[in-house]
DNA sequence: TCTAGATGTGTAAACGCTTACACACGGAGG
DNA sequence: CCTCCGTGTGTAAGCGTTTACACATCTAGA
């Protein structure tokens, strides 16, 4: 409870030495002669003293880190080309938290990258095991972002899609709906494995049927699915996608046929890209903290780097429910 | 990319203004013109600038923080008793940071705490919903600890049920072991529910059939539902408990019954309990860290109190298998 | 008109550590 | 015998903030 706290100079003066030494001795650089050495641990270890990070942090923030930041060639892509929003918002987020912090970040591609950089950021969902596995081998701090690999311990920074659809599912019940169906990207991918496990512990707890179809982006036609569905299932009165694109282009499909949104079919979607406040209605949807994504991967990384050596965490930034006008 | 920090000094000058000034309308406290403070803030605006946590964690540490450790009877009476090991020893995490980091800590019941406090730890799961949203009223930090309340946006320090059910049940399948039953705590308690929806997402991602039963510590009896699944489901290959209580008391019915272990089922708990290691074979387990929970809320919380002003955030820890003599 | 407080701003001293620099000593090589 | 260099140790200058204290200025009440 004391408050107390003991200081390198105690230490110093009790093992009759300057604060120089006591410092030298804890870092372990520098000349010590042995016999003073050892008086300098007996006193650390009589004072259980242990050294103020955050003082440590500012004296040595004399010297700079040398940050990879590494992703695939389309997720590189998208944050040069700002083509896709998303990865250059969240790249945004680690360069201004690293401009703060003395790193020093370079974009590499994930298979030219610096293996005497000081730290690694491994961004998206292009990021396989083995590439994990080879930069741990360097025994530098690595921290994955938006990307989760069940039984790879690592420091993660993703977020939680299993709050968000748990949200979102609650809160399309609450409104008397029943009939809601999922539309998800590949279960591979951890991200829409996430969300559609909150989507069916939620459907489940309030005891209505889940149905839920896969789309994939690049292979499937939304056309298809939605007939596929109508056919099936019948229709539905809520769709929630596992992310804004499938719910867009689901919406366009309904409205196409005749569906009137929000009063027939409510729309959710994930993610809040642009376009999702563009597009006819305007899509609800669970707002994804991009920037914060960035610039918390990037403290994290800097803590680690810092010598902070408790073991790995996974870290998920919640996400926000915003209503629009797909829902009603 | 470059490592030039701005300084707190930086933003001083570009405003034409002193120091002090600028820090007061960083931290919003003081006298500050509303003209002066909106040349300030234009500069900070204009250099992007953010301030050094490790510098502000320095000068600031003159001040103790006072922090109450919040927790229901039970949980209480287990830390001060020692009674049950778990809380006591994320308790001792907490403290053996608190100690290092001029926290003052002190552990109070749920109806009795201090509004005063300048921060708040809420331990297990005795936490309930009204609590936070009282307690976050006071504006102050909270951080909750093994204990997580879907939809309620706070910060929470948890272990990963979901990634260490995933672990187990991939490890059984691995070794041959198709017919794996679930025996779980109450779904309304967010930890069991985690585990549990790792245990059917993998089961389901195998295609195998999952299949789980309810085991209420204090109202049920575990023979009853023992009998009840060898007559249903038949006999199982493999047990997976939502904790190590119910994965000892399963054990010892099914030794009651004839059943060799792990010859004829095999047995995984979760939490790594004492008795754990104790039991007749040893049971395999997913251990939980128990006083990194403690320590890394208490440095959350820490974070917190320093003016990190990110949203709010979940930690989850990782568990750790630990294979003993109830696996084949 | 005078004065006590409220308001606004600056100066400089911490905070606990690391490390450049200075200094001292002793032995080796010339 | 002198110099040079490897060892060992101390002194003190930062690192980027916060904040106590000092000092001005303004406002309101007597």
New interface residues.
């Given amino acids: 409870?004391?408050?107390k706290?003991t200081r390198l100079i105690d230490v110093a003066k009790l093992a009759k030495v300057s604060t120089a030494t006591v410092s030298r001795v804890i870092n372990n650089n520098g000349y010590v002669s042995a016999r003073v050495k050892e008086r300098v641990l007996k006193a650390i270890e009589e004072l259980g003293y242990?050294p103020?990070?955050?003082?440590r942090?500012?004296a040595k923030?004399r010297q700079?880190f040398e940050v990879n930041i590494l992703a695939d060639d389309w997720v590189l892509k998208s944050i040069t080309t700002v083509l896709d929003e998303f990865y250059s918002i969240v790249h945004k987020g680690i360069?201004?938290?690293s401009?703060?912090?003395?790193?020093?970040?370079?974009l590499r591609s994930v298979n030219s990258w610096d293996k005497n950089a000081d730290g690694f950021l491994l961004i998206g969902g292009g990021i396989t095991k083995e590439l994990v596995k080879e930069v741990k081998a360097t025994k530098k701090p690595v921290v994955l972002v938006d990307q989760y690999l069940?039984?790879l311990?690592v420091d993660y920074v993703v977020s939680?899609g299993?709050?968000g659809a748990?949200?979102a599912v609650?809160r399309l019940i609450s409104k008397g709906l029943k009939r809601i169906v999922h539309i998800h990207g590949p279960?591979s991918h951890f991200g829409f494995?996430d969300r559609y496990?909150g989507y069916i512990?939620t459907m489940e707890?309030h005891g209505f049927m889940p149905k839920s179809y896969e789309f994939d982006e690049v292979s499937d036609n939304m056309s298809v699915i939605i007939d596929m569905m109508l056919r099936s299932y019948g229709k539905p009165e809520a769709i929630f996608g596992s992310n804004d694109t499938a719910a867009i282009r689901a919406m366009e499909e309904l409205k196409l046929r005749g569906f009137k949104i929000p009063d027939d079919v409510s729309i959710v979607g994930f993610d809040d890209i642009m376009s999702a406040s563009l597009v006819s209605p305007k899509l609800t949807t669970l707002k994804i903290?991009k920037y914060?994504l960035g610039?918390?991967a990037a403290r994290r990384l800097f803590n680690l780097l810092m010598g902070e050596e408790?073991?790995?965490?996974?870290?998920?930034?919640?996400t926000q429910y915003i209503e629009r006008e797909s829902t009603i």
Same sequence: chains 1, 2.
């Fill in positions: 409870m004391s408050s706290m242990q103020a990070r955050a003082a942090f500012l923030s700079n360069i201004d938290f401009k703060n912090h003395r790193m020093n970040v370079h069940p039984g311990k939680d299993y709050d748990v949200f609650d279960l494995r496990d512990a707890r903290f914060d610039s918390i408790r073991h790995p965490v996974k870290i998920s930034l919640f």
